[in-house]
């Protein structure tokens, strides 16, 4: 069946380092990707999103990079702060039945260490 | 703008009773999606709308879910009755249109227990 899933649960990570978290997708029509952060007690929050026909966009300290030979997403956080502590998820849209339809995955939980 | 707003935040309830849950999407967004997170999980859609029109309930446990969207913006979602698996965050969310790909702006959820 279909599926999102992310290679790690939980990535800890110093403060200051770089993190990369990484995500699988299954289906070869997803054309859209969002980032979701998501902290206790709270929604998801939009972080970054990135359109199939792109390969790579910048936010602010955040990357999204596609490589949808291999199906592959990946979250690159710069100079990682105790505030990025949470966690993350990919989702994957694609067009069907005349909708855009969302799949999550299952996420992975970021640890900064200090 | 104002966010996605739900209510209760928080609700206890035992099993084989009823519970409902409210939202306000954002202003002016036609679509509104219906997420059940349980605990350690991604969100899974239940239900979607755009406008007053259910696009997607394909996920809905029809025998004991039910939501509305009648005039097209507000929301609510009901569970009669409730197992001991509805236990999760049910999270609303919104986009301006279910056409374009555009990301989904989420509440804070409810929390709903089933004891």
């Known amino acids: 069946g279909e599926s999102v899933g992310l290679h790690l649960p939980t990535l800890s990570v110093q403060e200051g380092d770089n993190s990369i978290i990484n995500c699988a997708y299954s289906?070869?029509?997803?054309?859209?990707f969002i980032w979701y952060k998501q902290e206790s007690g709270k929604g998801p929050q939009f972080i970054i999103d990135?359109?199939?026909?792109?390969d790579k966009r910048q936010g602010q300290r955040v990357t999204v990079l596609l490589n949808k030979t291999v199906k592959h997403l990946s979250l690159q956080i710069a100079a990682t702060q105790p505030g990025d502590s949470a966690v993350y998820f990919c989702?994957?849209?694609?067009?069907?039945?005349?909708?855009?339809?969302?799949?999550f995955g299952t996420g992975t939980r970021l640890k900064v260490l200090a | 703008e104002a966010g996605v707003a739900q209510s209760p935040r928080y609700k206890i309830i035992e099993k084989r009773q009823s519970v409902a849950f409210w939202c306000n999407p954002i202003?002016?967004?036609?679509?509104l999606y219906w997420y059940q997170q349980i605990l350690g999980q991604g969100p899974k859609l239940l239900i979607q709308?755009?406008?007053?029109?259910?696009?997607?309930d394909s996920q809905l446990p029809k025998d004991r879910f039910s939501a509305e969207r009648l005039k097209g913006v507000d929301s609510t979602l009901k569970i009669q009755p409730a197992k001991l698996e509805d236990s999760a965050v049910y999270l609303c969310?919104?986009?301006?249109?279910?056409?374009?790909?555009?990301?989904?702006?989420f509440g804070n959820g409810t929390r709903l227990t089933v004891t």
């Open positions: 969310a919104s986009s301006p249109s279910e056409r374009s790909n555009s990301p989904l702006h």
């Open positions: 289906n070869s029509a997803s054309d859209y």
């Open positions: 990135i359109r199939s026909n792109m």
């Open positions: 989702a994957e849209g694609k067009r069907a039945s005349g909708t855009y339809k969302y799949i």
């Open positions: 202003s002016g967004h036609a679509t």
């Open positions: 709308f755009q406008n007053n029109g259910v696009v997607d």
